[in-house]
């Protein structure tokens, strides 16, 4: 009725490339590699709620006043000492600004760079979460792909010389969503020099980087930063809890500027009593060591998932082998659509789901790909549902073989 009314970058009867991603499936049995979300039981409940009640004690009425646009002083010195700590980035507080997750830094990112049109290097396959903010801002998309140490740089650069003007590339450096790769420390250095070549400014989206299973996190992309080109993205959402609402952003110059332009339009600030109560968490509790105990449950979990995947699925498939976060992703021959195969009434009653791989591409064009997530899972039940997940495959792979 109205639909000529609302703005043109946001058709309503398309839907945002969030929504729909995870089968609601009732069946007691129903078991979901699909969501990405955190371990609950690995919640520090008890903890937060005696920081909660801390920084109401300490603050009193005016905790709950208007608050920094930037978000607490005290949490964001203590995040840019964190990211100089553990991802040698060299910044203080006055360039750390505390976002409604990472997901909304990424929205206030693509709002500051981008006009309709303008061009955007992405992974792919890459976080839907960012493609669902920078469809808003209508880009044209440039996709490079992935090797098993990170963005194709070769690649990249190809298409940048072909598309001179793109201006932004998103990357997602350590324990990718979807793919689980890693990008080693000498291409984020080799990244960054590209940028300075080709003008572009890098968005380095790092929400699981401290998940690394038995190593340390690497430097982050924006330490090998000297033009303030690098935007540097993360979040307390998988290290402590996602509905803190947490995320975090490093930027200079007139970039910084620019996102709290925004920033100030969209929400004022964020969550200050959170803040406050994550500050008072950070002060009394050790987050490395519970970072420490999260790592040995995903460890054990991942491992769950690759051994079931060498067990269960058809020689034809490829995945990768994660050395940290929550995911893994499959590669089946060319001629399986994911998509179809999760409405199969075979596949629908094995009662198992995954996220199809169109959703991680711009264009939706990639039919023969899985993301798994074993966060959530527990060993034995990672086991029971690839089982049931490796049964179908192995059907679809038969469906498309060729006969001789
Ligand atoms: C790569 C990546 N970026 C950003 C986010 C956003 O998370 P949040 O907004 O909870 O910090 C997610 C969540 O899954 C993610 O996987």
Redesign the pocket.
């Known amino acids: 009725m109205y639909n000529d009314l609302l703005a043109k970058r946001v058709n309503p009867d398309v839907p945002s490339a969030l929504s729909g991603l995870f089968v609601n499936d009732p069946d007691p049995s129903a078991i979901s590699f699909a969501a990405?979300s955190p371990n609950e039981s690995l919640f520090p409940v008890a903890a937060m709620r005696q920081a909660f009640d801390t920084a109401i004690d300490t603050q009193g009425a005016h905790l709950f006043q208007y608050q920094s646009s930037q978000g607490n002083p005290d949490l964001r010195a203590k995040l840019a000492a964190r990211i100089g700590k553990w991802g040698r980035v060299t910044t203080t507080a006055d360039n750390v600004v505390l976002t409604?997750?990472?997901?909304?830094a990424?929205e206030l990112v693509a709002k500051a760079l981008l006009n309709p049109g303008d061009e955007v290097a992405v992974e792919v396959p890459t976080?839907v979460?960012?493609l669902a903010a920078l469809d808003l801002y209508q880009p044209t998309y440039y996709g490079v792909g992935l090797q098993g140490d990170g963005l194709d740089l070769d690649a990249l650069e190809t298409t940048l010389k072909r598309h001179p003007g793109i201006k932004l590339l998103y990357t997602?450096p350590d324990f990718h969503?979807p793919t689980g790769i890693t990008m080693s420390v000498a291409k984020r250095a080799q990244l960054v020099a590209l940028a300075n070549r080709y003008n572009f400014i890098i968005l380095e989206?790092s929400?699981?980087r401290d998940l690394g299973y038995d190593q340390a996190p690497l430097s982050a992309i924006k330490s090998f930063d000297t033009e303030g080109r690098v935007v540097f993205?993360s979040?307390?959402?998988?290290i402590l809890m996602?509905a803190l609402?947490t995320?975090w952003l490093v930027a200079d110059g007139k970039l910084l500027a620019a996102i709290m332009k925004v920033r100030l339009a969209s929400d004022l600030e964020a969550t200050g009593v959170t803040h406050a109560a994550i500050n008072a968490y950070l002060d009394a509790n050790d987050l490395d060591a519970h970072v420490a105990v999260l790592k040995a449950h995903y460890r054990e979990q991942c491992a769950a998932m690759v051994s079931a995947l060498q067990r269960y699925f058809p020689d034809e498939a490829a995945f990768t082998t994660p050395t940290g976060g929550f995911f893994d992703w499959v590669t089946l021959p060319a001629g399986i659509d994911v998509d179809a195969l999760l409405q199969t009434p075979a596949m629908l009653g094995a009662h198992v789901s995954y996220v199809p791989s169109t959703n991680f591409y711009p264009n939706r064009d990639v039919h023969n790909g899985l993301r798994l997530c074993f966060s959530g899972l527990t060993p034995a039940v990672i086991d029971t549902g690839m089982r049931r997940l490796g049964e179908q495959m192995k059907v679809a792979v038969r469906g498309v073989k060729p006969v001789f």
């Open positions: 990405g409604i997750g990472g997901q909304q990424i976080y979460g960012a997602v969503n989206d929400p699981y993205v979040s307390l959402s998988k996602p609402r995320g």
